[in-house]
């Protein structure tokens, strides 16, 4: 029994490396993990079963689990199912993020913060999260996550970073920098998120977006000419009508 289960044990190991190792490879390289079905030998099955089925015509082990186990249907073990691979994902982020606050709360100790927000396909809002610190002699910016947000009023916002803070252990008294968009909601002087962190940590500075302040410069020059007012008023009135 021992000797079964030591074989089972080494089997099952050597499936999850070659599926951790694709999971690592796609969003790293930015591509989407899979398309409209989950069927192993469709040319629409998607990046994810794609690069597994790739990997069996060199990879032995692979091909003799894949012939076994694939199209099995709900209730067979194979690892190769969508619900598998979004709790590897899950998993593998966790570990990114408790590495990034040990760093944080670490010998880094200060840091600041990055977020912007716009809304996915399905026209949910999502604030992305970036943190920045200075560690061995290296600055890192590194995602942290993704937040839901329902409200883009300053008092919203700055509950759901604190909320997701404190959900870290980490420490608002040692944010030393924040970067944000210059929309008056962000960079209010008096009511912005800018200012209620600033209440929260006298030192962290805020830095505006370089590109978005060169783009409000474009968006005045532009506001100037009447063709070019009438032009981009009829491109926005079409975008918002598609979008809807």
């Not at 089997?11 to 690592?24: E, F, G, P």
């Not at 943190?131 to 290296?138: A, D, E, I, K, T």
């Not at 759901?160 to 210059?182: G, S, V, W």
Request: hydrophobic residues 40%; neutral net charge.
């Amino acid at each position: 029994m021992v000797s079964q289960i030591k074989r089972e044990f080494n089997y099952w190991s050597a499936i999850l490396n070659r599926i951790v190792a694709v999971i690592r490879f796609l969003p790293g390289r930015g591509l989407a993990f899979r398309c409209h079905n989950e069927v192993i030998g469709s040319s629409n099955n998607g990046n994810y079963l794609g690069m597994l089925e790739l990997l069996t015509q060199s990879d032995p082990v692979l091909k003799q689990h894949i012939d076994t186990f694939a199209n099995k249907g709900i209730g067979n073990v194979n690892y190769l199912s969508k619900t598998i691979c979004e709790e590897l994902i899950d998993t593998m982020s966790q570990k990114v993020l408790t590495h990034i606050t040990t760093e944080m709360l670490g010998k880094a100790k200060y840091w600041g913060i990055i977020v912007d927000s716009t809304p996915d396909i399905s026209h949910v809002d999502q604030l992305s999260v970036i943190c920045r610190y200075y560690l061995n002699g290296h600055v890192y910016e590194l995602f942290f996550c993704f937040l839901q947000i329902k409200s883009h009023d300053d008092k919203s916002l700055i509950t759901d970073i604190l909320d997701l803070l404190e959900r870290y252990d980490i420490d608002i008294t040692n944010c030393r920098r924040q970067a944000y968009d210059n929309a008056s909601n962000i960079s209010g002087k008096y009511s912005g998120l800018q200012a209620r962190l600033k209440e929260r940590s006298e030192l962290a500075f805020y830095i505006p977006c370089a590109g978005h302040s060169l783009n409000l410069v474009g968006q005045c020059s532009v506001s100037e000419c009447i063709n070019s007012i009438n032009y981009f008023g009829v491109l926005q009135c079409l975008y918002s009508f598609f979008v809807a």
